[in-house]
Nanobody, 120 residues
Framework: QVRLVESGGGLVQPGRSLRLSCSISASMHSLNTMGWYRQAPGKERELVGSLTVGGGTNFADSVKGRFIISTDYAKNTMSLQMNSLKPEDTAIYFC??????????????WGQGTQVTVPS
């Protein structure tokens, strides 16, 4: 089983930046896709951004141009750099990866989440 642990959340003033990290227990070469999701109070979990199999990126319109995903295969980590933060970015942020295995299909893994709060 792949284990994911997020870190770096906190309270940040509007307009400032914050960097989240995700520690991944498995070799990142064994993974299919990787990305970040978030869930705001009273709302459904939504995609923030992801890295595709083809090597591209996919970001939600609400964060496009402000957030950046980076990876470090040597350290088995994935980061989310969040810039120009807004109150509407307040949410629990989750690290997400999936894996394709013969006889098991697509396996999806989630971290426990880390809270990001941007006050109004």
């Amino acid at each position: 089983q792949v284990r994911l642990v997020e870190s770096g959340g906190g309270l940040v003033q509007p307009g400032r930046s914050l960097r989240l990290s995700c520690s991944i227990s498995a070799s990142m070469h064994s993974l299919n896709t990787m990305g970040w999701y978030r869930q705001a109070p009273g709302k459904e979990r939504e995609l923030v951004g992801s890295l595709t199999v083809g090597g591209g990126t996919n970001f939600a319109d609400s964060v496009k141009g402000r957030f950046i995903i980076s990876t470090d295969y040597a350290k088995n980590t994935m980061s989310l750099q969040m810039n120009s933060l807004k109150p509407e970015d307040t949410a629990i942020y989750f690290c997400n990866v999936d894996q394709l295995l013969a006889g098991q299909g697509r396996l999806v893994y989630w971290g426990q989440g880390t809270q990001v709060t941007v006050p109004s």
